[in-house]
């Protein structure tokens, strides 16, 4: 992927058809630096910093605050990338007016380059709401966190044939509202790769297999940051809990022999 200077949704727009991108989740400003400077295009900073960060059961008590005080941390570690802020539960759902004000709050106080919405069709006169007074909108189908307490739990979307023609209709409403990209979680590949092959904007993958425009998974999932249970689209490229309790470990073990300070540690 050729270098460039400072994603924006148009540029990741662009990305449609061409060779798969990555996409990660950050929440603070030190993780943001990294994941920016390895060359990732995009960011998001999730709501599912409500489980990986703030210790909640799922994404559904994450305030508007909570997630402009992450997204700025994130904006101000970040020079390339694309910040995506996820709009959490409640602060799109109420009219277009709150959507707006709310999204408006991302980009000109927080720093975001753009929001993600969840949502289908339902959701598509608020993207086109957006998308006119110039606010980015990244969509977002398949399984929808958010909406667990209707689902009934996190299940699989687009199993029967009525669905995939749902998450289709869904999808286009989402493209023709202005999203420049969207989300697909939780699905099949074969629905993934249909609802990829008839839009014209990206698709983004997690969970829904490798015929998306590009990918994303939860950082702290992926660095092996969090419990050893993990969803099963999840590759793990590192164990940093391993790392760390080995590196805490170390120290406390040094501190209770009297070897750590050392001399070169004193001034």
């Avoid at 950050?26 to 409500?50: F, M, Q, R, W």
């Avoid at 960060?53 to 390339?80: D, F, I, Q």
């Avoid at 998974?217 to 099963?232: A, E, I, Q, Y």
């Amino acid at each position: 992927m050729d270098p460039v200077k400072k994603w924006t949704a148009p540029k990741i727009r662009a990305l449609k058809g061409g060779q798969p991108f990555a996409c990660l989740t950050s929440y603070d400003y030190l993780t943001a630096k990294i994941i920016d400077e390895s060359g990732i295009p995009l960011i998001l900073v999730g709501d599912t910093l409500g489980m990986v960060v703030l210790g909640y059961e799922n994404t559904l008590p994450v305030t508007m605050e909570e997630m402009l005080h992450h997204t700025a941390a994130v904006a101000r570690g970040v020079k390339s990338a694309l910040v995506v802020a996820d709009m959490p539960f409640l602060s799109y759902h109420v009219s277009v007016q709150q959507a707006l004000e709310n999204a408006g709050r991302f980009v000109k106080s927080a720093g975001a380059g753009a929001v993600k919405i969840e949502g289908g069709s339902l959701r598509a006169g608020t993207v086109r709401a957006l998308v006119e007074n110039g606010i980015p909108v990244m969509g977002h189908i398949g399984l929808t966190p958010q909406s667990i307490r209707a689902l009934g739990g996190y299940k699989i979307a687009g199993k029967r044939a009525v669905e995939v023609r749902q998450l289709i209709k869904d999808a286009k409403a989402l493209e023709k509202a202005g999203v420049f990209s969207i989300v697909l979680e939780c699905m099949p590949p074969e629905a993934a790769k249909k609802i990829t092959s008839e839009l014209h904007v990206p698709t983004i993958g997690i969970g829904a297999g490798p015929q998306c425009d590009g990918q994303i998974l939860v950082t702290h999932d992926m660095l092996g940051f969090t419990s050893n249970v993990s969803p099963k689209f999840v590759k793990r490229y590192a164990d940093l809990t391993a790392q760390i309790k080995g590196a805490v470990a170390g120290f406390k073990r040094d501190v209770e022999a009297k070897k750590f300070p050392a001399k070169e540690h004193c001034y």
